[in-house]
């Protein structure tokens, strides 16, 4: 699983990532958390947008074997 969340989320806590990452990892699950100290929940940082759609591209090509 990969996940990608923003510190200053005021929608949803980081820690509910944080403890989502943490459990999958406990269960024997491969987890990614890939986060942005500065950002809130929409990601509003260009940057940011092409790091997350850059992680997902080589995330969904490996896990479909391309």
């Known amino acids: 699983m990969l996940l990608f969340h ?5 929608n949803v806590g980081i820690q ?3 403890v989502m990452e943490s ?12 986060t942005w100290e500065e ?3 929409h990601l509003e940082d ?4 092409a790091q997350m759609l850059g992680q997902s591209d080589a995330f969904l090509r490996q896990v479909f074997g391309m």
């Open 16 to 18: 509910r990532s944080r």
């Open 6 to 10: 923003g510190a200053m989320d005021r």
């Open 46 to 49: 260009s940057s940011a947008r």
């Open 23 to 34: 459990r999958l990892k406990a269960a024997g699950a491969k987890c990614t958390l890939v």
């Open 39 to 41: 950002l809130h929940h």
